[in-house]
């Protein structure tokens, strides 16, 4: 008869209340309840409302590389124009911090909560102006080769990539190395509207336009531009949000052909795009995209009429306790 | 498939949580509008855990219209150059429940 000791070379834990730091796949008897009990992990892909943003807005930016819990979003237009707000969030709730020296949208953000830069921006058509978070203060940083307005970026506060440009069609990609910028492999397609991610040297965009909205995909090695043959199954653009990894990301909202915000949602296993049955509870484009292909963070956007402050966060995995029925 | 609506506020956190979505889809619009499938029990619960209020779908359709037409007011009162800028925002369109 096979036995989880076969099995696993364990026994069964007997206890009298459930362990504390438990592992995805362990299993034990709960002898307060006379349960059979088991840690797995379980497919949600589904998104939870989060806290709302203190200031309603769009086209903001968002830290690719920040986290779920740990992000960090500023800039932005409101219906009174272009903003200054900064805030950060923790996984509950939005805190304000120190706001920028002054108000700008369309700029792109990169980094981490705690060290960020983020780059071009509003006044229309774009500047190459640059600014730095040290996680507690904003400062002037060293201004990129070309201006940009509605830019992406992907890679943190010491090597960081910015491409794309709203005013196009500009298909030009500078790198950051801490010190200077360096213009390096161009887009095959303009990257008005898209949305991206990944790091410096491994990054993807996908989406775009704004009409006609694209379905393109195309990685970045490092050096150069490659289209994939894997497209979104809904084409959208100005502007669509994402986040992950060149091999493992996530696409969601952005405005279809007719200017309207959608809630599709999109996984990227490295090859194909997959539409989640589910989408945003707030259809929006323009709002920040951060965190990771299982654990996201939506902020802001527009939904067809106004600015929003309604936070939603993207939950690919969660680890479950369930009860083992014994027959 | 048919639809109910309701008006509430989205306080944040726990407002939507991944079990609620991951057994039903609630959209939202502007005016706090949700909608949700009509015929299924724990979507209809999760009115009453937000307190929200039951709309027809007239009822929530006027509520849109007005947050929609307010936003068009507000589009057409914008200087001609922030109207041109690239993404900054379209004139809003209606919205049209289903």
Partial sequence: MTTYYGLYGQKVQYLASDPTDVQTGQVWYNSTSATLKVRQDVTTNSWGSGGNLNTARYFNAGMGAGTQTAALVFGGFTTGGSQSASEKYDGTSWTNTPSLPSAVAAITGFGTQTAALGAGGTPAPGTANVLSWNGSAWSAGTSMGTAKYGALSEGTQTAGLVFGNVYGPDTVAEKWDGTSWTTTGSLNTNATGA??????????????????????????NGTSWTTLPGTLNTSRGASLMGCGTQTSALAFGGDTNTFTATAATEIWNG?????????????????????????????????????VNATEEWSGIVATTKTVTVT | ????????????????????????????????????????QDANLWVNKVAGSFKTKAEAQAIV??????????????????KQQPFNRQRPTAIVLE
């Fill in chain 1, 195 to 220: 949305a991206s991610s990944g790091t410096q040297t491994a990054a993807l965009i996908f989406g775009g336009g704004g009409p006609p909205m694209l379905n393109r995909t195309e990685s970045f």
């Fill in chain 1, 271 to 307: 090859s194909t795009w997959t539409s989640n049955p589910t989408g945003l509870s707030t259809p929006r484009s323009r709002g920040g995209g951060n965190g990771t292909q299982t654990a996201a963070l939506a902020s802001g956007g527009f939904n067809n009429t106004t600015q």
């Fill in chain 2, 1 to 40: 498939m048919a639809y109910k609506y309701c008006v509430a506020e989205c306080w944040g956190k726990g407002f939507i949580t991944h079990d609620d979505a991951s057994k039903y889809q609630v959209s939202g619009f502007p005016g706090n509008v949700w909608q949700i499938p009509a015929n299924n």
């Fill in chain 2, 65 to 82: 219209d007005v947050e929609v037409t307010a936003a068009q007011a507000a589009w057409d009162a914008l200087p001609d150059e922030q």
